[in-house]
């Protein structure tokens, strides 16, 4: 009988939190240079090494996410505000952090915008805390680390938000600004389930309808995984 592989703890933590209709790549590491297209490489060219490493790794995710989606191989070129362009007909996101790189993709017809964030699972530096938290987050954390004592609840909360900011639909006006979107509850995950949830608010009259964004996040192997779906149809969980 043919072994199982194990599917590694990058992906795991992306298929915690995405919906089965997205797809996703991640991976450890950096990636060779030679892995951008020209359009990709322009973008980088004057970087730092460092930053190119990444912006190098960010994008061959990205490749790989579009490939499992079934796309055509395509460039991510970066657009006015930073974030990734993507092809006509998808929407995604990428992310990077210490240890982990990935993106994540799906089709418009889906979705109108989806957001990822990775961050360590360690307390925000203080200064940090202070000027991103408000007074009913602070309150949220507290509650939240009296029964999640190994959880970085701050980081959590801040994660959150970066992924309601980077979900925000490409077309029409830009994203509200991080420091006006709030989360305004978590949950915990439940026996069985890979993940917890999340909702975060809009600034009042910012958009029609329901000004909330709801979530879902994964800790593990000293990372914090965020994502947020704007979905035109039922996730699917």
């Known amino acids: 009988m043919a072994r199982t592989e194990r599917p590694r703890t990058e992906e795991v933590l992306l298929r915690a939190v995405l919906p089965p209709w997205a797809y996703g790549a991640a991976r450890a590491g950096d990636a060779a240079p030679g892995e951008l297209f020209a359009s990709e490489a322009t973008v980088c060219a004057d970087a730092g090494p460092r930053r190119r490493a990444e912006f190098t790794a960010g994008r061959w995710c990205a490749h790989r996410a579009l490939a499992a989606l079934g796309g055509a191989p ?136 329901d000004p909330r964004l709801h979530g879902r996040w994964h800790a593990a192997a000293g990372l914090l995984v965020t994502c947020v779906v704007i979905a035109r149809r039922p996730p699917g969980r």
């Open 74 to 209: 395509a460039a991510v070129p970066r657009g006015p505000r930073g974030a990734p362009v993507w092809p006509m007909g998808v929407v995604g996101s990428i992310t990077h952090c210490a240890g982990f790189r990935a993106a994540a993709v799906c089709r418009s017809r889906d979705a109108s915008g989806l957001g990822l964030d990775a961050e360590p699972a360690e307390p925000l530096p203080a200064r940090v805390r202070a000027r991103m938290l408000t007074a009913r987050e602070t309150a949220l954390a507290d509650g939240m680390r009296r029964r999640l004592p190994r959880l970085p609840v701050d980081r959590l909360l801040f994660s959150a938000r970066e992924a309601a900011y980077k979900a925000w639909p490409p077309a029409g006006t830009g994203p509200p600004p991080l420091r006006a979107l709030s989360v305004e509850s978590v949950t915990e995950p439940g026996p069985g389930a890979p993940a917890g949830d999340f909702v975060v608010r809009l600034p009042d009259g910012w958009a029609p309808g």
